[in-house]
């Protein structure tokens, strides 16, 4: 009889098999199962596990680029592609990563590609990680480009997140010309919902939020500049309890923010500007409380004609002098005021040409 033919006088059968590990090898690839996931990222990724158990989940910020630093040092193989398979596996936890490296090598020029995938699982979380680092370099670094990419999911026990973090840089040092430079880019996208703080006090908290930074740097003989533009925007709700001696007030708030601010720097004097609105709403057993806020940090506002960019401006401020200018170009016109005693028209004051308004003193003249 056939060994893959079922007797006819079983009802069951049972199939049993040896579990092999295997290597493929061939021209410059390598696929290796290489034992326990090294202690570097059990050490880092546990680490960051038990301060989240804490309620403390921006953590990840620094968990993130301690996994880029530590992924950009894992040592590569020349003119090489190699993969490590690790995995600690008991019976209250799983950790399973998959590392690879390729790298191209000519004399002091290298381009090496990085990656990370990192699962680990126990009875109280569960933590998936995929990183990479690209980089190419020319003498031996003065010249270079890199990207660093982390997402993260994590569900615990006081709460999940997901998150994605991107970092770019390019540098370009030449010595002949004495010349250092420098541009970075950084963006974090992120979701939380769970418990937290707010205000020291214990919290349930849902946020969505997303970072933007970009900096350059350029230095050189007699000459040290840069420039920093960051963007903002979030949302968040949150609800927390005060303790009082009559009774526990419950409190809940929802926070919305958009900003930018942009600072330049030139030969360590540094100057900002930006804007941003923001609304915050709160909801407690004394009712409703709402407030939303516009701001300008700028030496000049002004107010244009998007068809018109090349005409005058109807009206803007200047705050680069003192005291402040405030200007209207065109036609200006007040309806329904009140408490109109004592104001001076302007049929009162003759032909005018400009008129300044500063505290209780008014000045007219060409």
């Known amino acids: 009889m056939s060994d ?84 600690n596996i008991s019976d209250t936890e799983a950790f399973v990563s998959a590392i690879t490296t390729l790298n191209s090598t000519v004399q002091n020029n290298d381009a090496s590609i990085r990656t990370l995938l990192n699962t680990y699982a126990t009875q109280e979380y569960a933590v998936s990680t995929a990183a990479s680092m690209v980089n190419a370099s020319l003498n031996g670094g003065a010249i270079g480009a890199r990207i660093g990419t982390v997402e993260n999911s994590l569900a615990t026990q006081y709460g999940s997140l997901s998150q994605r973090l991107n970092v770019l840089s390019s540098t370009f040092n030449e010595n002949a010309r004495d010349q250092e430079s420098l541009a970075t880019a950084t963006s974090k996208l992120e979701t939380y919902t769970g418990l937290g703080t707010i205000n020291g006090l214990p919290a349930v908290i849902a946020n969505s939020s997303f970072y933007r930074q970009l900096d350059t740097y ?37 926070e919305a923010k958009f900003a930018y601010d942009s600072q330049i720097t030139l030969n360590g004097r540094t100057y900002s500007a930006g804007f941003g609105l923001s609304q915050l ?72 040409g400009t008129t300044v308004i500063d505290g209780g003193r008014i000045t007219t003249g060409t």
């Not at 990724?45 to 894992?74: M, P, R, W």
């Not at 050189?220 to 009559?246: C, E, H, K, M, R």
């Open 218 to 254: 350029l230095k050189g003989t007699g000459y040290d500049i840069g420039g920093s533009s960051t963007l903002t925007n979030y949302v968040q709700a949150t609800s927390t309890t005060i303790a009082n001696t009559a009774a526990n007030i419950a409190i809940k708030t929802v």
């Open 4 to 87: 893959n033919v079922l007797p006819a006088d079983k009802d069951t059968c049972l199939v049993e098999f040896e579990k092999k590990e295997y290597a493929i090898v061939g021209d410059a690839f390598f696929a290796r199962n290489v034992g326990e996931v090294p202690d570097w990222l059990v050490e880092l990724t546990g680490n960051t596990i038990e301060t989240l158990n804490k309620g403390t989940y921006d953590v990840l910020g620094q968990y993130n680029y301690n996994l880029l630093n530590a992924l950009e040092s894992v040592e590569v193989a020349k003119n090489t592609y190699d993969q490590y398979i690790n995995r």
């Open 281 to 352: 709403g709160t909801l407690s057993p004394n009712g409703v409380t709402y407030n939303s806020e516009f701001w300008v940090d700028a030496t000049k506002f002004k107010v244009i004609n998007g068809s018109n960019r090349q005409g005058a401006y109807p009206f803007s401020i200047d705050t680069s002098v003192n005291p402040p200018k405030i200007a209207f170009n065109g036609l200006v016109s007040f309806n329904n005021v009140t408490g109109t005693d004592g104001l001076i028209r302007a049929k009162d004051l003759g032909p005018l």
